[in-house]
């Protein structure tokens, strides 16, 4: 079970043809800028030597902090972040000037929706992205029972709802069919370095449940409780390629380049969206498939990659 709050902001701008193309990039800049700013303490900036690391929002949000004495992903310096950023897909700049996104904090992250609503404020009243669009925000929704955690016409806040990917009741464990066939839709770009399309388009269905099931079991260890319920996890077993059939794809691929702070260069992103008809042992695949709309698939859901939809056709 994985817990998580979704933080939906909603904002106009008087310049919309200033906005760049896909709006995760200069949104994610904003929040690992404008986080460390708010919070940091020392004057070093240093992370890695900091005493305050193991209670600091920033780190525990925009670094993946792993725990002390970990047993898993031991190899690497950090782990997944405990957010995904849910944005529209790539359009032409000037097309709409309402700001519209959705945070989502997973685990021992959600205590920090302040600072993530406060950071975004500043954000909003600094400027975004290169040219420094300026974002009038109008709500913050994610309240239970579809109310506001915030609006423009009103002082107060409200709690987020904690919602949880157990509440997520539609399941295809009932199906009759050993084999469903879905229609995945790529909204944001999708980063999977082990999908080749061009070579090997019948490895789609594969890759797609290896690499959603991985970041699904990783976000579960760092940030999720054990599902303590019965009958709620398949058996584990292997599938093989030949067992997924893609019925149906039309891709498109999207580029577009970043600077990048840590590494002080210009650092290009790509991936893929468009769709896919996918025939397959889907529900003998697991809890992942329920979550990967929430979770994202993929590399790069920092920058709000990976947002996928599916739904089971006949």
């Known amino acids: 079970m994985l817990s998580y709050v979704e933080l939906?902001?909603?904002?106009?701008?008087?310049h919309p043809e200033s906005?760049?193309?896909?709006?995760?990039?200069?949104i994610r800049g904003a929040l690992g800028n404008l986080l460390k700013q708010i919070v940091c303490q020392s004057p070093h900036g240093d992370c890695g030597v900091c005493l305050l690391q193991s209670a600091c929002p920033y780190p525990a949000v925009f670094e993946g902090l792993p725990p002390a004495n970990r047993t898993f992903m031991t190899k690497y310096p950090r782990i997944p972040q405990p957010f995904v950023l849910s944005v529209e897909e790539p359009t032409q700049p000037g097309s709409d000037a309402n700001f519209c996104f959705t945070v989502r904090?997973?685990?021992s992250s959600i205590r920090y929706w302040p600072y993530v609503?406060?950071?975004f404020f500043k954000a909003g009243e600094g400027g975004l992205g290169r040219n420094r669009t300026v974002i009038h925000w109008q709500n913050v929704g994610g309240a239970p029972e579809g109310r506001n955690v915030w609006s423009a016409d009103s002082s107060s806040w409200?709690?987020?709802?904690?919602?949880?990917?157990?509440d997520i009741t539609e399941s295809l464990l009932d199906a009759q069919s050993d084999v469903q066939r879905l229609r995945w839709r790529f909204i944001t770009p999708l980063n999977m370095p082990s999908v080749d399309l061009k070579r090997r388009p019948e490895d789609l269905g594969l890759q797609l449940f290896l690499g959603g099931k991985r970041r699904w079991e990783t976000l579960q260890h760092f940030y999720g409780v054990p599902d303590t319920e019965p009958g709620t996890s398949l058996p584990e077993r292997r599938f093989d390629a030949a067992e997924f059939s893609t019925i149906h794809s039309e891709f498109r691929p999207w580029a577009a380049t970043r600077f990048s702070g840590r590494q002080h260069r210009r650092m290009t992103?790509?991936?893929l969206t468009g769709e896919a008809v996918i025939e397959g042992p889907w529900r003998q695949t697991g809890a992942w498939l329920m979550a990967a709309p929430v979770i994202h698939v993929g590399k790069k859901t920092s920058f709000g990659f990976g947002r996928v939809e599916w739904e089971l056709i006949s």
């Open 105 to 107: 904090l997973f685990g």
């Open 269 to 271: 992103v790509e991936g």
């Open 158 to 166: 409200s709690e987020p709802q904690i919602r949880s990917t157990s």
């Open 8 to 14: 939906q902001f909603q904002g106009r701008t008087d």
């Open 19 to 26: 906005m760049p193309e896909f709006s995760g990039i200069p």
């Open 117 to 119: 609503c406060h950071t």
